[in-house]
């Protein structure tokens, strides 16, 4: 299934920025997407951001009003990227990078997702 390796991640205060990035190696098959995934602890793992093989994009209802986060990828690199400005406490979870080769993957459900990074963490203080 390949490998898939975030980084990026930290403690950042209320306001400020973050990117992450995740270098993918060794994916086998048409990947439809990659994804941000983010969990806390006793939290189901909610899809943040995905974006498709196409360049379609899809954002969770609870980013969109914010627009402080923006999902994008360099296919020459193999990497995905998340640019997380504005951050806020809630937005502290364990992020991770997923892949799908299902082709409803925009939909950003975790079980269509085959592959994960392990996660980095973001901890964002009032």
């Known amino acids: 299934q390949g490998q898939l390796v975030e980084s990026g991640g930290g403690s950042v205060q209320a306001g400020g920025s973050l990117s992450l990035s995740c270098a993918a190696d060794?994916?086998?098959?048409?990947?439809?997407?990659m994804a941000w995934f983010r969990q806390t602890p006793g939290k189901e793992r909610e899809g943040v951001a995905a974006?498709?093989?196409?360049?379609?994009?899809?954002?969770a209802d609870s980013e969109k009003g914010r627009f402080t986060i923006t999902i994008s990828k360099d296919n020459a690199k193999n990497t995905l990227y998340l640019q997380m400005n504005n951050l806020k406490p809630e937005d502290t979870a364990t992020y991770y990078c997923?892949?799908?080769?299902?082709?409803?993957?925009?939909?950003?459900?975790?079980?269509?997702?085959?592959?994960w990074g392990q996660g980095t963490q973001v901890t964002v203080s009032s």
């Open positions: 060794g994916l086998t098959g048409i990947n439809y997407c």
């Open positions: 974006i498709h093989v196409d360049g379609r994009t899809s954002y």
């Open positions: 997923a892949a799908s080769k299902n082709v409803w993957c925009l939909e950003r459900r975790s079980t269509y997702f085959d592959s």
